[in-house]
Structures are given as C-alpha cells and as structure tokens.
C-alpha cells in the first residue's frame, strides 16, 4: 500500500516540482494534497485511509503530477492519458475476443 504522502512525493518529482532526492515543503504538498482529494472523488476511489493499492500508485501519481504542473508552469503528462490510466486499472482488463468467444461457448 502506498500513502498519500508517496503519491504527493512521486506526482512533485516526476514534473520537477522537487529535486529526485528531495521532498515536497509543507505548502506544495498542501496544495497537493487537496489536488489530490479532488481526483479521488472525480475517479471515484475511496481514499478515507489515504492509502492506495500498488498498482494504481503510478497511473495516479501520473495524473495527479498532470494537474500540478501547469501551477508551477511546468510540463507534465498529458491528463486525458493519466486519466485513461487510472480508469483501466480500475475496470480491470478489457476481454478480448477470444474471451468473449470463450465466454459465449459456456452458454450454447
């Protein structure tokens, strides 16, 4: 499981906000912090624990560091692709044809 504080850390690393062997100060990770319950409602992800599961740690460090950049004029990843990050890993793998053929020959 990783923290809240891990994902602010990794979001503020990853568009430079803090140097690769710093942490963020108390302000950005404020402000980082409520970008961050923001997300977790839009996406729909319980986070009253402040702790996320492992896979989803980097596609959601991902697209919170795409909301923060452009605050501190920085580039970053591109939202609408963190975003679809976050929501596959949260539906789950998309089946195939196989599977659905698979699937259709249990039923006839």
């Given at each position: ?7 602010i ?83 789950g793998p ?14 006839y």
């Amino acid at each position: 499981m990783k923290t809240r504080s891990d994902i602010i850390t990794r979001a503020c690393r990853q568009v430079r906000i803090v140097a690769h062997d710093e942490v963020p100060d108390g302000d950005t990770t404020g402000n980082a912090s409520t970008v961050l319950d923001g997300l977790m409602d839009e996406m729909g992800i319980d986070f009253s624990t402040d702790e996320i599961e492992d896979d989803l740690f980097l596609a959601v460090a991902g697209l919170l560091a795409s909301e923060l950049a452009p605050q501190y004029g920085l580039p970053g990843p591109a939202r609408s692709v963190q975003k679809l990050r976050v929501k596959a890993l949260l539906e789950g793998p998309v089946p195939t044809q196989r599977d659905l053929t698979a699937l259709q020959a249990q039923f006839y």
